[in-house]
């Protein structure tokens, strides 16, 4: 397994850029499935969590209303909140070190592309951040001490990084994340090389085709795929989505 090498800042946090986590993401997957170089397609995402990056896959309700998609536990805990359906009740559960979960209800054919987007960035943070909520332990920040990290519904809608506001620790996290997830399930040359045979075109029609085709090759979400190619600069910055 690829290792990155990172620099921290004093919370933990990786001083990396956008286009070191595209390296780092496109390392990774090539290194799980050397066949995604000449031939794009769907990146496994459960294998690449357990048998890749070593981790446990499991399921579980982690809110009532589905506010939580996704937690990375760094640390084995007995108190990992979660909804038990069934009883109309929450309770805590024990769960391992190492562990990803993903909300139970995403465990349907319709909610596949949110279900791998989740998976690539909940395993992203096992992958990049341990370091910073393991750090916070002890302090008043963070409940549960940095136990665990769990993502709401809309942490892909988390700031830019170019934005002039500077970004908090946790919004920093969650872009890494978000990017890194992308970068695993779109590697950057295995895109270009999807693409290679039709010269880029900034018109509508050509953007639209686009995106169909990344998420139908990919098996992600239009948007995933359309933030992926505004990454990568295939389409420009200026185009917004829905299209």
């Known amino acids: 397994m690829y290792k990155p090498e990172l620099k921290y800042t004093s919370n933990g946090v990786p001083v990396v850029s956008n286009k070191e986590l595209d390296q780092i993401g496109e390392r990774m997957a090539i290194d799980f499935d050397p066949s995604l ?3 794009p397609h769907p990146v496994d995402i459960d294998r690449f969590i357990e048998k890749y990056l070593g981790l446990h896959l499991d399921y579980m309700y982690l809110s009532h209303c589905g506010v939580y998609l996704g937690t990375m536990v760094f640390q084995t805990t007995d108190r990992l909140p979660v909804y038990i359906p069934e009883e109309h009740c929450a309770e805590y559960a024990h769960v391992d070190a ?17 279900y791998r987007f989740t998976a690539g960035h909940e395993g992203s943070h096992g992958i990049l951040h341990p370091s ?3 750090n916070s332990i002890g302090s008043e ?3 549960e001490t940095g136990i665990y990290v769990r993502c709401r519904a809309d942490f892909r809608k988390c700031r830019q990084s170019g934005l002039l506001l500077p970004m908090s620790d946790d919004e920093r996290v969650e872009q890494q994340a ?5 970068a695993i399930l779109m590697p950057q040359n295995s895109v270009k090389l999807l693409f290679a045979r039709d010269p880029y075109n900034r018109k509508a029609s050509w953007i639209f085709s686009a995106v169909d085709r990344m998420s139908k090759v990919f098996n992600v979400s239009a948007e995933a795929a359309f933030y992926r190619l505004k990454a990568l600069e295939i389409i420009d910055d200026s185009a917004q989505f829905p299209l």
Do not use: M, P, W
């Open 37 to 39: 170089l000449l031939d």
């Open 98 to 114: 190492g562990t990803v979960i993903i909300d139970s209800s995403l465990e349907v054919e319709e909610q596949e592309h949110r």
């Open 132 to 134: 910073y909520f393991l």
């Open 141 to 143: 920040r963070r409940d």
């Open 178 to 182: 978000n990017r890194l997830s992308a």
